[in-house]
């Protein structure tokens, strides 16, 4: 079975989870892996991995170096991961538990964090919780990016998404759409996390009256 029909048959499955009927297209992901370290060992964590694309690429980036760990909530796209790449370390687990992810493999902080996941994965009092969860696994230096699809970035719970990007990091940068994915999309950039890596993170203010500045 090819990658986009895997993955549209897990839209089908369940709509609200994938988000989408087909992976990212080669360019946006090429922006949304090009914070991975050509050097060193880093740690690399990516969320909502789906069919891989965005894995292949790190793993292509990495070459064997550092740690890549694949966080897959779905445990058949999870399985799938594991198949196809056998360097990274597939966790089938949820992208709220990335803490105790990382402690249980000795790691103290993340280098890169890169999300897959959609902007739906962040409501309700979990989803709040989860951008302040991945600001405290990151170094001081480290950096999330996240996609998401341009024709929603001005909509209301895309502002308040960025409002919670711009609570946690001190610099939210987004890049320039990319309308070659279908639907366009876009890559933020966030550095500089405010909570200490290793800290634990914060409660999540309430944002349902919340604004992006």
Not at 18 to 23: E, F, G, K, Q, V
Not at 103 to 130: C, E, I, K
Request: overall charge positive; hydrophobic content about 45%.
């Amino acid at each position: 079975m090819s990658e986009t029909a895997v993955f549209a048959r897990e839209f089908l499955r369940s709509p609200l989870r994938t988000a989408s009927l087909i992976p990212s297209s080669s360019r946006l992901v090429e922006r949304l892996v090009a914070a991975v370290p050509e050097r060193g060992e880093p740690v690399v964590v990516e969320l909502g991995p789906g069919t891989g694309p965005a894995t292949a690429a790190i793993q292509h980036k990495l070459a064997g170096r550092g740690r890549h760990i694949a966080v897959e909530l779905n445990e058949r796209l999870a399985a799938h991961l594991v198949e196809r790449f056998p360097g990274a370390e597939t966790v089938a687990e949820s992208a709220w538990e990335l803490p105790r992810i990382l402690a249980d493999r000795g790691l103290g902080a993340a280098d890169v964090v890169v999300s897959s996941l959609p902007w739906s994965a962040f409501t309700g009092p979990q989803g709040q919780a989860l951008v302040p969860a991945i600001a405290s696994v990151l170094s001081e230096t480290g950096v999330y990016t996240q996609f998401a699809y341009a024709f929603a970035h001005w909509a209301p719970p895309s502002r308040r998404r960025l409002a919670q990007l711009r609570r946690a990091f001190e610099e939210v940068v987004a890049s320039r759409t990319v309308y070659r994915n279908l639907p366009p999309a876009l890559v933020y950039s966030a550095r500089r996390p405010r909570v200490p890596a290793g800290q634990p993170a914060p409660p999540a203010a309430p944002i349902a009256n919340r604004t992006a500045s």
